[in-house]
């Protein structure tokens, strides 16, 4: 007896410390080890194991087992008690297939010694029959107590390391035989106060395992020091509660698992990612209710799992990558066999009840402008009966509360299998468009004041159609402003689009009506004739250079049913003129009829608005939408203008201020297969011109005499202007074109005045800007009588004209007229004093010499007898006689030269010529001594032996 109380124990622990020594190469220390022969109680106290570098592998203060041997004879061990006390494990990980027990378990290989050949063990030995163990182990009950694990990593970057403890455990009425089952109770505490319990059953025979599990407050940080290194995200708070019931029985040919009541809740949870100022998830609670799993079936179903109250934070970058793209990139990569599995495990069949997402707060931020776009959106949604099966129909609703104003809602169904299908009612009320401001600031310098947007719709995708709408959208209260002027730029009240139908399979937009109300836009031309708009807009990046592929693609199919305009207004200031012009167009209604790109049918426009104070605009026509340059006939009039309100531009134009008077304009502009040819009218009523204004840019065109001849006798103005032009051709301007015809024109009247004159009587009239006057005359004869009256039929239509009628004379050719009408004067007169008897000639002749001896020209006569003289043929035997006609001849020609004709004499002659002119237009053609205006006596240079008076037109 004392060797089982004294030796067996002695020997126990030289043999435990031996073994450990020499297999393991471990150090061993015991304090105590009991035996009690008679009760088979064992003691052990005091145990500590550790490596020869004194790292400790497991330490106890107590281990007691008692052993009932009375059992043996039916053939069982009955063990009724084990109790373990304040256990310590140590267990260190020190790479990735090295941890300590491979590291024990490769030192027991390498210490073990040379086995010799013995039999082979039969299974009769060890077996009865009936494949039966020998004996039954029977444990009544298994304590385990105030237990630690204390592990350490250093496969991580960063070594991790934790203590689990206190650990106790708990083993009832165990025992290997048949149908035998066992009860358990684990709890253990973790890291920061968590606590895991486990409690319930199992059997060996056959192999079941079943009861309830719960982990309390465990938190995150745990598992997240562990994965530190490979996780993109920093984790600084989380904590999870879990609970479930399982069951698994592995005594089948298949294992059969059961996990059931499960219930999870996240909360608390706070994650950042490096870079961010703000958490990337906070807050908020996941929970999952009565989650099912089974397996083999492979089926998972929960009650519901619902999000509530958390906060996320989606941002992309410069480069328009999103940081959640960036995380689930940056998260370590699977590298699981890729090989099929050869198992027949069917597909996970998942259902869930209801999903929830309740008062989700998302904040979304876009650096990628040059201005940051951001905005909180606040959901709440629900998704119900969630499932992967076939035709599964599955109910959800979601509503979104925008940080900036507004609300998006909708409701519907949603299958995903066998294919995707989606049916639903989404509602916009009022969302306001001001995040849209950081994009539009990318393209011009404008500022989205304010603006919302509304909209019904029925969505439905579905394998016959990808996306299909029907619905109503509207836009309310939208305004935009220019930076650069701080002042309005663009606004409407309303915009209404109705009946929206589009398909996607059929390409197809049709639209029933478009109704605008109360449409604003601003138009302004600064001081270099650069319009705001253009100043507005920035420059953008030039286009790649790499060849776009052919796009084959079918068009879509678009149609308008109407479009309504009420109460449009514009204001136009132009800013590069002298004087500033500016001026309203507003009260513009009208509409637009439909079409369609089906069709062929032109649009018609009607439009009808206020311009000025008292002016009307009308817009009526037709254009192809879609080829407006092929086919468009537009009539625009301008009723009743203010004519100084238009002075800006006459004075850039002309140099002049308008004064008074209005004007109706009419365009019609038709344009076909790309030429343009247009018709302006324009009926100018009472028009006085101003004072003059110097303008760099003003055209020399005598303004005044080119409204006196356009001004009919009621003093209206009708002019037509047309216009032609290729419009395709990038060069051509219709503003320039149009100019450009009016300064033709006018240049056209005024520098042919008399042309126009002659148009105004009959097409057919040459004009009458002269008439001709044989030398040294100044009668009228018939022609010329016929060209006045010509002349002053067109003056008459124009009473604002005045003819100027010069006194012209040919110096030269006049003053020979008049000396040879002087000299026949003198022989008039020296004749009546001769007598009458003689014959003619000799009466001349007297005169002449007479004449000729007063004046004492020389030759004398005897010498110019001589000439005449030497100039006939005479017989040999005559004396030569006088040639009585060359001789008067000469004498005349001689007084002719020598007759005086003084200025005075000219300018007489000019002024007969002169008031000749004026007595006939007077007397014959009845215009007014106003119209009439004589000019100063002028010297012209005589055009084939006549003098011409040349007329000039001028106005009053």
């Given at each position: ?10 020997l126990?622990?030289r043999q ?11 150090q ?10 008679f ?21 106890w203060?107590?281990?007691y087992?008692?052993?009932d ?12 008690t ?7 494990l ?7 297939a090295?941890?300590t027990?491979?590291?024990l378990?490769?030192t027991w290989?390498?210490?073990a010694?040379e086995?010799e050949?013995?039999e ?6 060890t077996t ?10 029977v ?5 385990f107590?105030?237990?630690?694990i ?20 708990q ?5 290997t035989q ?11 505490e ?7 319990s486990v409690?319930g059953t ?6 079941t395992?079943?009861g ?6 465990f938190?995150?940080?745990?598992p ?13 708070q989380g ?6 019931d399982?069951d ?5 040919q298949?294992p ?7 219930a999870?809740q996240?909360f608390?949870?706070?994650v950042?990612q490096?870079g ?14 009565k989650?099912r ?7 998972l ?9 958390a906060k ?20 370590p990569?699977?590298e ?12 996970i069949q998942?259902a ?13 931020e876009?650096?990628?402008?040059q201005?940051p776009?951001n905005m909180?959106?606040?959901l ?14 599955m109910?959800f609703?979601a509503?979104?509360k925008?940080?900036?104003g507004?609300?998006?809602s909708?409701t519907?169904?949603?299958q995903?299998?066998p ?8 509602k916009?009320d009022?969302?306001s468009?001001?995040p849209?401001?950081p ?6 310098m404008v500022t ?7 909209a ?5 995708s ?7 709408v029907?619905?109503d959208?509207a836009?309310s ?10 002042e309005?730029?663009f ?8 009946t ?5 399979k ?18 302004f031309?600064n001081k270099?004739?650069?319009?705001n708009?253009r ?5 953008q ?5 790499a060849?776009a592929?052919e ?19 514009s204001?136009f200031?132009?800013e ?13 209604d009208?509409?637009i009829?439909g ?6 049918q032109a649009v ?9 104070e008292?002016?009307?605009v ?16 537009v ?9 100084p ?13 308008i004064?008074?008077?209005r004007?109706d304009v ?5 344009i076909?297969?790309?030429?343009l ?13 101003g ?5 760099p840019e ?6 005044d ?7 009919n006798?009621e ?13 395709n051709?990038?060069?051509f301007?219709?503003?320039?074109a149009i100019?450009?015809?009016i300064?033709?024109?006018i ?6 005045p008399?042309?126009?004159l ?5 097409g057919d ?8 006057f044989k030398a040294?005359?100044?009668d009228l004869?018939?022609p010329q009588?016929e060209a006045l ?8 239509q124009?009473?604002q004209l ?12 006049d ?5 040879l009408?002087?000299v ?9 004093q001769?007598d009458?008897d003689?014959?003619?000639l ?6 002449l010499?007479?004449?000729?001896t007063?004046?004492?020209l ?6 110019v007898?001589?000439?005449?003289m030497?100039?006939?043929?005479a017989a ?15 004498l005349?020609?001689?007084l002719?030269a ?9 300018n007489?002659?000019a002024k007969?010529r ?6 006939y237009l ?5 215009l ?21 008076m040349?007329?000039d037109?001028?106005?009053q």
């Amino acid at each position: 007896m004392l060797a089982g109380f004294y030796f067996l124990p002695w020997l126990a622990e030289r043999q435990l410390k031996s073994t450990l020594d020499q297999r393991l190469q471990l150090q061993t220390q015991v304090q105590d080890i009991q035996f009690n022969p008679f009760t088979f109680e064992l003691n052990i106290a005091g145990l500590a194991i550790q490596t020869r570098e004194n790292q400790p592998i497991l330490a106890w203060d107590s281990v007691y087992v008692n052993v009932d041997p009375s059992q043996l004879i039916k053939g069982d061990i009955s063990i009724p008690t084990v109790d373990i006390n304040a256990a310590d494990l140590h267990f260190q990980r020190y790479s990735e297939a090295e941890n300590t027990l491979t590291r024990l378990a490769n030192t027991w290989q390498e210490t073990a010694p040379e086995k010799e050949e013995s039999e082979p063990v039969t299974a009769d030995s060890t077996t009865s029959d009936a494949d039966e163990p020998l004996f039954h182990v029977v444990l009544n009950t298994l304590s385990f107590e105030g237990g630690e694990i204390h592990y350490l990593d250093k496969v991580p970057a960063e070594p991790f390391k934790t203590v689990i403890s206190p650990i106790n455990f708990q083993l009832n009425q165990f025992s290997t035989q048949a149908d035998e089952t066992a009860k358990t109770t684990l709890n253990m505490e973790l890291e920061d106060k968590a606590n895991l319990s486990v409690a319930g059953t199992f059997s060996l025979s056959p192999l079941t395992v079943a009861g309830q599990l719960k982990l309390n407050q465990f938190n995150l940080q745990t598992p997240y020091r562990y994965f530190k290194a490979q996780l993109p995200v920093e984790l600084k708070q989380g904590v999870v509660n879990i609970s479930l019931d399982y069951d698994v029985d592995m005594s089948g040919q298949q294992p059969s698992v059961d996990i059931n009541k499960t219930a999870i809740q996240l909360f608390d949870l706070n994650v950042a990612q490096p870079g961010l100022d703000k958490a990337l998830i906070a807050d908020g609670q996941l929970q999952l209710e009565k989650g099912r799993y089974r397996y083999p079936d492979n089926q998972l179903s929960i009650d519901k799992v619902s999000v509530n109250e958390a906060k996320l934070v989606t941002i992309m970058n410069e480069q328009g990558v999103i940081n959640w793209q960036q995380l689930l990139d940056a998260l370590p990569k699977s590298e699981a066999d890729d090989a099929q599995e050869t198992n027949d495990t069917p597909a996970i069949q998942l259902a869930i009840s209801e999903v929830g997402l309740n008062n989700i707060d998302l904040f979304i931020e876009d650096k990628q402008p040059q201005l940051p776009s951001n905005m909180t959106l606040n959901l709440t949604a629900s998704l119900n009966n969630l499932s992967l099966a076939d035709k599964q129909i599955m109910p959800f609703n979601a509503n979104i509360k925008v940080s900036s104003g507004g609300t998006l809602s909708t409701t519907g169904e949603l299958q995903l299998f066998p294919e995707l299908a989606v049916t639903a009612a989404s509602k916009i009320d009022q969302l306001s468009l001001t995040p849209l401001q950081p994009y539009i600031n990318e393209y011009a310098m404008v500022t989205l004041e304010n603006g919302q947007l509304s909209a019904n719709a029925s969505l439905k995708s579905n394998a016959d159609d990808a996306f299909l709408v029907n619905g109503d959208l509207a836009l309310s209260s939208l305004q935009i402003d220019n930076q650069n002027l701080k002042e309005k730029l663009f606004s409407l009240d309303a915009l209404s689009i109705n009946t929206i139908d589009f398909s996607l399979k059929n390409k197809e937009l049709a639209i029933s009506d478009i109704e605008v109300n109360q449409l604003y836009s601003r138009i302004f031309i600064n001081k270099d004739g650069v319009t705001n708009l253009r100043q507005l807009l920035k420059e953008q990046p030039s286009a790649s250079t790499a060849t776009a592929t052919e796009n084959n693609a079918e068009p879509y199919k678009v149609s308008i049913g109407e479009v309504i305009i009420n109460k449009a207004s514009s204001r136009f200031t132009d800013e590069s003129l002298p004087i500033v012009f500016d001026t309203e167009m507003r009260s513009l209604d009208g509409q637009i009829s439909g079409f369609s790109t089906e069709s062929d049918q032109a649009v018609e426009l009607n439009l009808e608005g206020q311009v000025q104070e008292f002016g009307m605009v009308e817009i009526e026509g037709s254009l192809a939408p879609f080829n407006i340059t092929e086919e468009s006939n537009v009539a625009m009039s301008f009723s009743n203008l203010d004519l100084p309100a238009m002075s800006p531009y006459t004075i850039k134009f002309a140099g002049r201020k308008i004064a008074d008077g209005r004007a109706d304009v009419k365009l019609n502009y038709e344009i076909q297969n790309g030429n343009l040819n247009a018709s302006n009218s324009l009926v100018i009523r009472d028009i006085k011109l101003g004072e003059r204004v110097e303008s760099p840019e003003a055209v020399d065109l005598p303004l005044d005499l080119a409204v006196a001849l356009l001004k009919n006798s009621e003093g209206v103005i009708d002019l037509s202007i047309p216009v032609t032009g290729d419009v395709n051709n990038p060069q051509f301007e219709m503003g320039p074109a149009i100019r450009n015809a009016i300064f033709n024109a006018i240049r056209n009247i005024v520098t042919s005045p008399f042309r126009f004159l002659a148009n105004l009587i009959g097409g057919d009239e040459q004009p009458v800007d002269n008439i001709q006057f044989k030398a040294g005359r100044a009668d009228l004869t018939p022609p010329q009588k016929e060209a006045l009256l010509k002349l002053s039929e067109a003056l008459v239509q124009r009473p604002q004209l005045i003819l100027d009628i010069p006194a012209p004379y040919a110096e030269k050719l006049d003053r020979q007229q008049l000396q040879l009408k002087a000299v026949e004067q003198d022989i008039k007169a020296g004749l009546e004093q001769t007598d009458t008897d003689q014959q003619l000639l000799v009466r001349r002749q007297t005169v002449l010499e007479r004449l000729y001896t007063e004046q004492a020209l020389s030759p004398d006569l005897t010498a110019v007898k001589l000439e005449v003289m030497a100039d006939n043929t005479a017989a040999d035997d005559e004396e030569p006689s006088v040639d009585l006609l060359a001789y008067n001849s000469k004498l005349k020609s001689r007084l002719v030269a020598n007759k005086v004709i003084s200025e005075a004499d000219l300018n007489n002659l000019a002024k007969a010529r002169q008031q000749a002119v004026m007595l006939y237009l007077q007397e014959q053609a009845k215009l007014s001594e106003a119209q009439l205006h004589a000019g100063m006596v002028k010297q012209e240079q005589a055009e084939q032996d006549v003098v011409i008076m040349k007329f000039d037109i001028r106005a009053q």
